[in-house]
C-alpha cells in the first residue's frame, strides 16, 4: 500500500478536532506526501523520513510543529507495524 493511500485512511479514522486535524493534513500533504506518498510503506527508509525533516520549508516551521509532524509520523508508522504483527485470530 503506498504511504499516502494509508496516511489519509489513518487520519479519516482520528478524531481530531478541527484545528488539528487542518494541522496533521498540512504536514501530511506539504511536507510528508512530496517525499514519501508514493512509495509503498514496506520501501520507506530512515533515509526518507532524514529527507522530510530536512526540508528547507520545514525549517521555517521548527519547534512544535517539527515535533508535531514527527508525532504523527510515529503514530502512522507504529499503527502500520501492528496491524502486520498482531496475528488475526
Known amino acids: ?6 496516511a489519509r485512511d489513518w487520519m479519516e ?3 481530531f478536532i478541527k484545528s488539528t486535524r487542518k494541522t496533521v493534513r498540512q504536514a501530511l500533504e506539504v511536507y510528508t506526501f512530496p517525499v514519501i506518498g508514493d ?4 520501501d520507506i527508509t530512515e533515509a ?3 529527507t522530510i525533516f530536512q526540508s528547507e520549508r520545514l525549517f521555517d516551521r ?3 510543529f517539527s515535533e508535531r509532524l514527527f508525532r504523527v ?3 502512522l508508522f507504529i499503527e502500520e ?4 504483527l498482531i496475528p488475526v485470530l
Open 81 to 84: 507495524v501492528d496491524e502486520y
Open 1 to 6: 500500500m503506498k504511504f499516502e493511500s494509508y
Open 62 to 64: 521548527v519547534g512544535v
Open 13 to 15: 479514522q482520528q478524531n
Open 48 to 50: 526518507d523520513i532524514d
Open 39 to 42: 512509495k509503498e510503506i514496506s
Open 73 to 75: 509520523l510515529d503514530e
